[in-house]
């Protein structure tokens, strides 16, 4: 079984790299694909029959195979090379104009199923041994295309971009994936997986913001393609420890390690969106920002819903204070920018969690204390810098807080007192509103009017 996946992994590894001999600088230098690919028309139109012809052969022989057959991933694997011969026109795959190009990434995408069929049939869990070479040979024929077209003075081929994404991709992905597998019992292998793909995505998502006119320039989009592939493994990663974290809770609060991996998940993306706010600028810095904090969000709101974090502050905390600097950043540069859009998620991602989380008998303390604090200090930066969501969301925090705090207190007089005495004091209020109703209602119209004129 090892040697097959071996053999596998090198026919997935020759796929690779005969996509990238499709290249313009290294076509030249492959004289027998040259050769081939620079027939008429007639001869490429037969040999694009051939190989649909073949393909659906393939097809079918796989389809009358039975689903156990430790084999059943060489026709996948045939299906690609075919579709791989497709995609290739005269002028090569990658730097082509042709709309053929386009084919590889399908013919791609089938090898990558083979090799996954493969190794699911072998049950190995070391997938690295595997998706590395592969990806090292992608990046090698990125490496080899752009040196030669530099000698060349030719311009950066379009394609590199989206195959060093592809590459690191390939490369990240699967372990990203595998990374959950055992974590919850505290398995080393699965730990140290962890955070080697935290840390390269990290970089991916982080570095290439600073020089990113200067990746650019070397090769087209080369900035968008690293720093798109570390958030996508960084998204990929926060999801697997979380859904591994949500199965190991059993809807029970989590303890120690597997407490504080649920507060790195948020932790670390949250401080990801905010890096990508403060060092990135334009289209790419908001995509890598959006996907960081959406994929926090997702990740505290699964974990805090479900109740595996205890207190629920641990991971709605972090996910606030990345909202709130990312919606003050922009507020600070941007002056026709509104508060509600920028400042609301964060708000709400700070006071809803706690006052949700408020269940009357077994209050600890500290969380009706700092509800009041915080409630009361967002109210007032609100009508100090004259924003609207957090005057009104601080004032309505405010007093559903004071509101749940006193109803005990509420509920002894109440039932202390009469209830005629109740309904007098209601007629009393009643009357002495009717007296003033217009001047009240002026007063109601005043203040809507200043909280409209808010920011």
Same mark, same amino acid.
């Given at each position: &079984?090892?040697?097959?996946?071996?053999?596998?992994?090198?026919?997935?590894?020759?796929?690779?790299?005969?996509?990238g001999a499709g290249a313009d600088p290294l076509a030249a230098r492959t004289r027998t694909l040259s050769s081939t690919l620079r027939e008429p028309g007639a001869a490429r139109t037969l040999g694009d029959i051939a190989a649909v012809v073949a393909s659906i052969a393939v097809i079918g022989g796989a389809a009358s195979r039975e689903s156990t057959a430790t084999l059943a991933w060489l026709p996948?694997?045939?299906?690609?090379?075919?579709?791989?011969?497709?995609?290739? $026109?005269?002028?090569?795959?990658i730097g082509s104009r042709s709309p053929r190009r386009f084919i590889g990434w399908v013919a791609l995408a089938i090898a990558t199923i /083979?090799? +996954?069929? @493969?190794?699911?049939? *072998?049950?190995?869990? *070391? /997938?690295?041994?595997y998706v590395l070479p592969l990806a090292g040979a992608m990046l090698l024929v990125v490496a080899a295309s752009s040196i030669v077209g530099r000698r060349r003075s030719q311009p950066g081929s379009a394609s590199a971009a989206p195959l060093t994404a592809a590459a690191l991709l390939v490369a990240l992905l699967p372990s990203a994936a595998l990374s959950g597998l055992h974590a919850a019992d505290d398995d080393r292998l699965a730990i140290t997986r962890a955070i080697v793909v935290a840390a390269v995505a990290l970089a991916?998502?982080?570095?290439?913001?600073l020089a990113e006119r200067r990746l650019d320039a070397a090769l087209p989009q080369l900035s968008s393609a690293l720093v798109l592939s570390g958030i996508g493994a960084l998204v990929v990663l926060a999801a697997t420890q979380t859904i591994d974290l949500f199965?190991? $809770?059993?809807?029970?609060?989590l303890e120690r390690s597997a407490l504080v991996r649920a507060?790195?998940?948020?932790?670390?993306? $949250? /401080?990801?969106?905010?890096?990508? @706010?403060?060092?990135?600028?334009?289209?790419? @810095?908001d995509i890598a920002t959006a996907g960081s904090l959406g994929a926090a969000a997702l990740g505290a709101g699964v974990l805090g819903l479900a109740g595996a974090v205890d207190p629920i502050e641990l991971v709605?905390?972090?996910?606030?204070?990345?909202?709130?600097?990312v919606g003050t950043l922009h507020l600070a540069n941007v002056e026709s920018a509104r508060s509600w859009l920028w400042l609301a998620p964060g708000l709400?991602? &700070? &006071?809803?969690?706690?006052?949700?989380?408020?269940?009357?008998?077994?209050?600890?303390? +500290?969380?009706a204390v700092a509800i009041g604090v915080v409630a009361a200090a967002v109210f007032v930066v609100g009508l100090v810098r004259r924003l609207q969501a957090p005057f009104v969301l601080g004032g309505v925090a405010l007093l559903i807080h004071l509101l749940v705090q006193s109803w005990p207190l509420l509920t002894l007089v109440g039932n202390a007192v009469e209830w005629w005495l109740w309904l007098g004091l209601a007629g009393v209020l009643i009357i002495v509103i009717a007296a003033r109703f217009e001047r009240r209602m002026q007063n109601v119209r005043d203040m809507a009017t200043r909280i409209s004129q808010l920011r």
């Amino acid at each position: &079984l090892a040697s097959a996946s071996v053999g596998a992994l090198i026919v997935v590894s020759i796929v690779a790299l005969v996509v990238g001999a499709g290249a313009d600088p290294l076509a030249a230098r492959t004289r027998t694909l040259s050769s081939t690919l620079r027939e008429p028309g007639a001869a490429r139109t037969l040999g694009d029959i051939a190989a649909v012809v073949a393909s659906i052969a393939v097809i079918g022989g796989a389809a009358s195979r039975e689903s156990t057959a430790t084999l059943a991933w060489l026709p996948v694997l045939v299906l690609a090379a075919l579709v791989l011969v497709i995609a290739t $026109s005269r002028d090569g795959l990658i730097g082509s104009r042709s709309p053929r190009r386009f084919i590889g990434w399908v013919a791609l995408a089938i090898a990558t199923i /083979a090799l +996954w069929m @493969r190794l699911a049939d *072998t049950g190995e869990t *070391t /997938a690295e041994l595997y998706v590395l070479p592969l990806a090292g040979a992608m990046l090698l024929v990125v490496a080899a295309s752009s040196i030669v077209g530099r000698r060349r003075s030719q311009p950066g081929s379009a394609s590199a971009a989206p195959l060093t994404a592809a590459a690191l991709l390939v490369a990240l992905l699967p372990s990203a994936a595998l990374s959950g597998l055992h974590a919850a019992d505290d398995d080393r292998l699965a730990i140290t997986r962890a955070i080697v793909v935290a840390a390269v995505a990290l970089a991916l998502a982080i570095v290439p913001l600073l020089a990113e006119r200067r990746l650019d320039a070397a090769l087209p989009q080369l900035s968008s393609a690293l720093v798109l592939s570390g958030i996508g493994a960084l998204v990929v990663l926060a999801a697997t420890q979380t859904i591994d974290l949500f199965a190991a $809770s059993g809807g029970q609060p989590l303890e120690r390690s597997a407490l504080v991996r649920a507060v790195l998940v948020v932790f670390v993306l $949250s /401080a990801v969106g905010v890096a990508a @706010r403060l060092l990135g600028e334009g289209r790419l @810095r908001d995509i890598a920002t959006a996907g960081s904090l959406g994929a926090a969000a997702l990740g505290a709101g699964v974990l805090g819903l479900a109740g595996a974090v205890d207190p629920i502050e641990l991971v709605g905390i972090p996910l606030a204070l990345g909202l709130l600097a990312v919606g003050t950043l922009h507020l600070a540069n941007v002056e026709s920018a509104r508060s509600w859009l920028w400042l609301a998620p964060g708000l709400i991602a &700070l &006071l809803a969690p706690s006052l949700l989380a408020i269940d009357g008998a077994g209050e600890p303390l +500290w969380r009706a204390v700092a509800i009041g604090v915080v409630a009361a200090a967002v109210f007032v930066v609100g009508l100090v810098r004259r924003l609207q969501a957090p005057f009104v969301l601080g004032g309505v925090a405010l007093l559903i807080h004071l509101l749940v705090q006193s109803w005990p207190l509420l509920t002894l007089v109440g039932n202390a007192v009469e209830w005629w005495l109740w309904l007098g004091l209601a007629g009393v209020l009643i009357i002495v509103i009717a007296a003033r109703f217009e001047r009240r209602m002026q007063n109601v119209r005043d203040m809507a009017t200043r909280i409209s004129q808010l920011r």
